[in-house]
């Protein structure tokens, strides 16, 4: 079992940035992946970028240059730097972790709302 909690939305005027925290309930360091999705309002879910457990990462294109994730296994804890944001990034931000032990799972926090607004 995995429970993860987001923090860190808000509201925010376009070009300026946030970053949002994950904390896990046990060791990141045994976590397969971990991935930052978001859903938009009327919008289907969408990957925003993952990490591997050997740190690769991959982002989504309207990401790539401004998003950053990164996980920080002595605190637990995945973040996810974002810079230059903009309207169309509003949205609720989900952190979700892959975890096998004797059987494979996906996991979902509840979900910050960001909002890029002026």
């Not at 974002?82 to 972790?97: G, Q, R, W």
Request: aromatic share 12%; with cysteine; hydrophobic share 30%.
């Amino acid at each position: 079992q995995v429970q993860l909690v987001e923090s860190g939305g808000g509201l925010v005027q376009p070009g300026g940035s946030l970053r949002l925290s994950c904390a896990a309930s046990r060791s990141i360091f045994s976590i397969n992946n971990m991935a930052w999705y978001r859903q938009a309002p009327g919008k289907e879910r969408e990957l925003v970028t993952f990490i591997t457990k050997d740190g690769s990462t991959n982002y989504a294109d309207s990401m790539k240059g401004r998003f950053t994730i990164s996980r920080d296994n002595a605190k637990n804890t995945l973040y996810l730097q974002m810079n230059s944001l903009k309207p169309e990034d509003t949205a609720v931000y989900y952190c979700h972790a892959f975890y096998c032990s004797y059987t494979c799972n996906n996991y979902w926090g509840q979900g910050t709302q960001v909002t890029v607004s002026s």
